[in-house]
């Protein structure tokens, strides 16, 4: 059975970028059939679709937070990871890592989440 | 892109059946049969309910049923129970080769 652990910062200053890593276990993330995602969560509030990639290298982000994320793999590691640049108070949320079931596009496995704090 | 739309809230009492609408666009929902829908309990992670519009993960209630009409999907849960007190999400594909998220439902069991 799949596992996804995130891990990372849990404050990080305005203007600088954020930086998550997702240590996936159980399976390889080389393996075919699944996009690596990252979701958001604002407090209180809905997920938000940030982005994800394949274990090729191909990725789709949220048009809305294209510019400023980059999301890479590391299939020696078994991981993948976010970058978020010029952070500000709006992109405290809790991040969540995630499989995404390319044939059907669902989401069937999701680490805990961490809460990142924009603050200085 | 836009959130899908849901309504902030429903209730219904133990042994009912609710139904909550999700409506997006001809770029989105209209477009694909890529509907799922997740279970959310406060402090978790969402967990997936409903996917392919209508299909069921295994060891997911049959009390949870899904179906598409147009631009509007809709989840409905039948014989309510206290446990189903939940946030629920709907999400689509999307033509920008994304997924989007509704704005979540809040489900208060009476």
């Known amino acids: 059975q799949v596992q996804l652990q995130e891990s990372g910062p849990g404050l990080v200053r305005p203007s600088e970028t954020l930086s998550l890593t997702c240590t996936v276990s159980?399976?390889?993330?080389?393996?075919?059939?699944?996009?690596w995602t990252w979701v958001r969560q604002h407090p209180g509030k809905g997920l938000e679709f940030i982005g994800y990639?394949?274990?090729?290298?191909?990725?789709y982000y949220n048009p809305s937070l294209r510019s400023r994320a980059s999301i890479s793999i590391d299939t020696s590691k078994n991981q993948f990871s976010l970058k978020l640049h010029s952070m500000t108070a709006a992109d405290t949320a809790v991040y969540f890592c995630a499989r995404d079931r390319s044939a059907s596009e669902y989401f069937d496995s999701w680490g805990q989440g961490t809460l990142v704090t924009v603050s200085s | 892109q836009s959130v899908l739309t849901q309504p902030a809230s429903v209730s219904g009492s133990v042994g009912q059946s609710i139904t909550i609408s999700c409506t997006g666009t001809?770029?989105?929902?209209?477009?694909?049969?890529?509907v799922s829908w997740y279970q959310q309990y406060p402090g978790k992670a969402p967990k997936v309910i409903i996917y392919?519009?209508?299909n069921r993960p295994s060891g997911v209630s049959n009390r949870f049923s899904g179906s598409k009409s147009g631009k509007t999907a809709s989840l409905t849960i039948s014989g309510l129970q206290a446990e189903d007190e939940a946030d629920y999400y709907c999400?689509?594909?999307?033509?920008?080769?994304?997924?989007?998220f509704g704005g979540g439902t809040k489900l208060t069991v009476l």
């Open positions: 999400c689509s594909y999307t033509t920008t080769t994304t997924l989007v």
């Open positions: 001809s770029s989105d929902v209209g477009r694909y049969e890529y």
């Open positions: 159980g399976d390889p993330v080389r393996a075919g059939g699944y996009y």
């Open positions: 990639i394949y274990y090729s290298g191909e990725t």
């Open positions: 392919d519009v209508s």
